[in-house]
């Protein structure tokens, strides 16, 4: 597989995932000129995306789907109550309703349920030829029940979103704040390096940490969080790195 992070934060985001017969975009956030340009960017033409899988319905990972779609014609795979709630797409005919696991030709996806303040909200395992990456982001927590799934998998993007102390002292309303450390919200560093100690195994070869707010956090802090935690529970890994927002990561074969 290839896997390129092409945007990541609140102003929106998109990942592309490459097999040798499939061409896939996780959520298609920012617009179609930035997800058009930086897919260039990397040799792949976007009438070439085979899917657009969509994890929830929040305007930072959708803003770009009209627009793209009524261009390029991609099959959209969502969920029946993300359907339901993205209005702008109610007339388009290439839509593919998923609930469980989906076989894209060869490439397997299982969604597993996220906790977040959308309609549906899903993160997903993606497999191909005893490759795999977890795709784990804007969720309050980690269901325990998934723990079994998502161990020792290749590649993790997974969300780190703010420093909990920056989050509290910062220009934030209360309501807001509340929202974001909420059962329903985001990730904090310390969770994400939480879960990731006991997710991550002899196989791991990349984490990417996501989604990082540029008011509530620095990737020196996320960074620093996840190898001092890794370091207390003896994990030596040290390929980690942080996706920005209007970057594109490496590309990850």
């Known amino acids: 597989m290839r896997v390129v992070v092409l945007a990541s934060g609140s102003d929106g985001n998109s990942t592309y995932i490459e097999t040798k017969e499939v061409k ?3 959520d298609i956030g920012r ?3 930035y997800i058009k340009e930086h897919l260039n960017s990397i040799g792949v033409n ?13 305007k930072d990972h959708t803003s770009a789907l009209k627009t793209f779609v009524n261009k390029y014609k991609t ?18 005919e290439n839509i593919i ?20 303040d959308a309609p549906d909200a899903r993160n997903f395992i993606l497999e191909n030829k005893g490759e795999s990456v977890v795709y784990v982001t804007d969720t309050g927590y980690v269901n325990r029940k998934y723990f079994n ?7 993790y993007l997974f969300e780190s979103n703010h420093d909990i102390e920056m989050l509290l002292n ?6 807001l704040k509340t929202r974001v450390v909420g059962s329903y919200g985001h990730l904090s560093n ?6 990731l100690s006991k997710l991550i195994g002899p196989h791991t070869q990349k984490i990417i940490l996501m989604h990082l707010s540029h008011i509530n956090n620095t990737e020196e802090k996320a960074l620093e969080m996840l190898h001092t935690t890794l370091k207390e529970y003896e994990i030596e890994f040290n390929d980690i790195s942080c996706a920005k927002r209007s970057e594109i990561t490496e590309v990850i074969s």
């Open 24 to 26: 896939l975009l996780i």
């Open 31 to 33: 617009n179609a000129k």
């Open 46 to 58: 976007p009438e070439e995306i085979d899917y657009i899988l969509i994890s929830h319905t929040h």
């Open 75 to 92: 099959a959209v795979l969502l969920s029946q109550k993300m359907f339901y709630d993205l209005e702008e797409i109610k007339e388009y």
């Open 97 to 116: 309703i998923y609930d469980d696991d989906m076989y894209l030709k060869d490439l397997k996806i299982a969604t597993i349920k996220s906790s977040h």
């Open 149 to 155: 799934q998502l161990k020792d998998k290749e590649i």
């Open 170 to 175: 910062g220009p934030y309303p209360k309501w």
């Open 190 to 195: 310390k969770d994400a390096a939480f879960y």
